[in-house]
């Protein structure tokens, strides 16, 4: 907790750890309305993510195809499913470890990915050298899970397609509300309380 020179503390909260300790099922919207009734002015609330952008949009794909691109000697064709039930997408990739057969992470289009500066960078539709590229697949510092720019993350071969990347690298969404307390209110300085 904070305190300003008023004598008013600041408590955050953790709306995934308040769940730990009490059954709810309503909005954290909803709570904030609650604690406010209850005494526990909720001052604002401030969504978290364990990884800027919580992997939003990136998907494990499978490379059925990886062909040469007919007008660039480092950049492959490939074709990858994605596990949705849809046909293949085709992705234009400049790694030079991509090959067929291959788990990866796939950014599709529409994803918003972001670099070390926390800068945002939007996944879209285009042509590379006269190819279309409905995605990109992904090396692990343009996830934000490392720094290696080797060439892209290749998943282990039992890695289920479709798996969305946020749940097999657990990222954490949570929100956190920030709690305006008087100094009669010790007894809400803590999650318990």
């Known amino acids: ?39 526990l002015e909720v001052e604002g609330i401030e969504a978290y993510e364990s990884l800027k952008g919580g992997l939003q949009g990136v998907v494990v794909g499978h490379v059925m195809t990886c062909e040469k691109h007919p007008n660039a000697d480092k950049l492959s064709v490939t074709t990858v499913d ?55 697949i992904c090396a692990e510092d343009e996830l934000g899970l490392g720094n290696s720019h080797a060439g892209i993350m290749v998943l282990p071969e039992d890695t289920v397609v479709g798996t969305l990347a946020r749940d097999l690298f657990e990222i954490e969404l949570d929100e956190v509300f920030e709690i305006g307390l008087t100094p009669n209110r010790a007894d809400a300085m803590s999650h318990w309380g």
């Open 1 to 39: 907790y904070l305190c300003d020179q008023k004598k008013k503390y600041t408590m955050r909260i953790s709306y995934n750890w308040l769940k730990q300790f009490i059954k709810i099922n309503k909005t954290s919207e909803e709570v904030s309305e609650i604690l406010t009734d209850l005494g």
């Open 82 to 136: 994605l596990g949705n039930g849809e046909a293949p997408i085709q992705i234009v990739c400049g790694a030079p470890n991509v090959a067929q057969g291959q788990k990866v992470l796939v950014a599709t289009i529409g994803t918003k990915l972001f670099d070390a500066e926390g800068n945002a960078f939007e996944i879209k539709k285009g042509k590379i050298r006269g190819e279309e590229s409905n995605g990109m």
